[in-house]
C-alpha cells in the first residue's frame, strides 16, 4: 500500500504560481511512476503530467506544456508540480496518483493503483 497526500492548492489569480505537493507513504516510493491529474466540475478526470521512477522523463499534457513542471525527491518520498501561468480553465481539484506499473510515465488513469485525496486549485480572471 502507498498512501499520498497533496497539499499546496489554493485560489491565485491569472498569471500566478503555485506548487503542489504529494506526499507518499508505505512501500517504496522510489520504485513507482508518478502523475498528476486534474477534475474540474462536470468533467472527466484527465492526465496532467507524468515522472518515471527515477525522475529522468516526464510526459505532459498539451494544455500545460510549457507552463508546469513535475519533479520528485525519492529521498522526501514526494513529488511536486509547480505551475507557472495559471489560467482560469486550470481551476480544478488535482490529485497525485502512483502508478507499479511497466510504463516510464503512465498518462491513463487506469493505469495507477494509488490516489491521494485532491487538492482544490481555484484560479480567477
Known amino acids: 500500500q502507498v498512501q499520498l497526500v497533496e497539499s499546496g492548492g489554493g485560489l491565485m489569480q491569472a498569471g500566478g504560481s503555485l506548487r503542489l505537493s504529494c506526499a507518499a507513504s508505505?512501500?517504496?516510493?522510489?520504485?513507482?511512476?508518478m502523475g498528476w491529474f486534474r477534475q474540474a466540475p462536470g468533467k472527466e478526470r484527465e492526465f496532467v503530467a507524468a515522472?518515471?521512477?527515477?525522475?529522468?522523463?516526464?510526459s505532459y499534457a498539451d494544455s500545460v506544456k510549457g507552463r508546469f513542471t513535475i519533479s520528485r525527491d525519492n529521498a522526501k518520498n514526494t513529488i511536486y508540480l509547480q505551475m507557472n501561468s495559471l489560467k482560469p480553465e486550470d481551476t480544478a481539484v488535482f490529485y497525485c496518483?502512483?502508478?507499479?506499473?511497466?510504463?516510464?510515465?503512465?498518462?491513463?488513469?487506469?493505469?495507477?493503483?494509488?490516489w491521494g485525496q485532491g487538492t482544490q486549485v481555484t484560479v480567477s480572471s
Open positions: 508505505g512501500r517504496t516510493f522510489g520504485g513507482y511512476a
Open positions: 515522472i518515471r521512477w527515477s525522475g529522468d522523463r516526464t
Open positions: 496518483a502512483a502508478s507499479s506499473g511497466s510504463r516510464w510515465y503512465p498518462t491513463s488513469p487506469d493505469e495507477y493503483d494509488y
